[in-house]
């Protein structure tokens, strides 16, 4: 059963650097593409960034472009997302989720929080 | 990248058909047929109910369907049961490698 687990979230003062994981199981991690989504409290979900399965194409939402950057490490079954020069607006729960196909996801974690304040 | 339109809340009484819209726009709803409806419990995780505007991944009933005209997508649940109950959210892709999703709308049966 193909599983995700995200890890990493926590409460950072604005400005400040965190680094989330999201390690799958149960699937060849080497053929996955994956995407981040946040949902902020209370809020809808917004797409974050798209990594494919080699790691050679990756895409983000213009709110995070140059903030947030996507990687992977096949080797170690693992997504990352590094979060720097963060903002309130950052805060939210985020979600790794597989691509299915053509930019839809099937198989979500069950979310890591990122809190930004002071 | 704007998030595209959904109402904001749709009811409906069990056994009844309830459908949700989702507008976007010539370049992104309009433009390709990657249209996807994700269903949301509070506190849970999404999960993929319709992709590529009409197909429907295994395990999700037949109840569930969705379409498209233009700009605007549609997800239609049909013989509405208390389990359905949740938040729904469409999503797109756009023309420069981004997705996009809906505001979201809460379903009530009522």
Redesign the interface.
């Known amino acids: 059963q193909v599983q995700l687990v995200e890890s990493g979230g926590g409460v950072v003062q604005p400005g400040g650097s965190l680094r989330l994981s999201c390690a799958a199981s149960g699937i060849t991690f080497s053929r996955l593409g994956v995407h981040w989504v946040r949902q902020a409290p209370g809020k809808g979900l917004e797409w974050v960034a798209f990594i494919r399965y080699d790691g050679n194409k990756k895409y983000y939402a213009d709110s995070v472009k140059g903030r947030l950057t996507i990687s992977r490490d096949n080797s170690k079954n693992t997504v990352f997302l590094q979060m720097n020069s963060l903002r309130g607006e950052d805060t939210a729960v985020y979600y790794c989720a597989k691509d299915h196909d053509r930019w839809d996801m099937d198989v979500w974690g069950k979310g890591t929080t990122v809190t930004v304040s002071s | ?1 704007s ?1 595209l339109t959904q109402p904001p809340s749709a009811s409906g009484s069990p056994g009844q058909s309830v459908t949700i819209s989702c507008t976007g726009t010539s370049g992104d709803v309009g433009a390709y047929n ?1 249209v ?1 409806w ?1 269903q ?1 419990y509070p506190g849970k ?4 109910m319709i ?2 505007v009409s197909q429907r ?1 295994s395990g999700v009933p037949d109840r569930f369907s969705g379409s498209k005209s233009g700009s605007t997508a549609s997800l239609t649940v049909s013989g509405l049961q208390a389990e359905d109950e949740a938040d729904y ?1 469409c ?3 756009g023309g420069s ?8 709308t809460k379903l009530t049966v009522l």
């Open positions: 990248q998030a990657y996807s994700y949301q995780a999404p999960k993929l992709y590529e991944p959210y999503s797109s892709c490698n981004n997705l996009m999703f809906g505001g979201g």
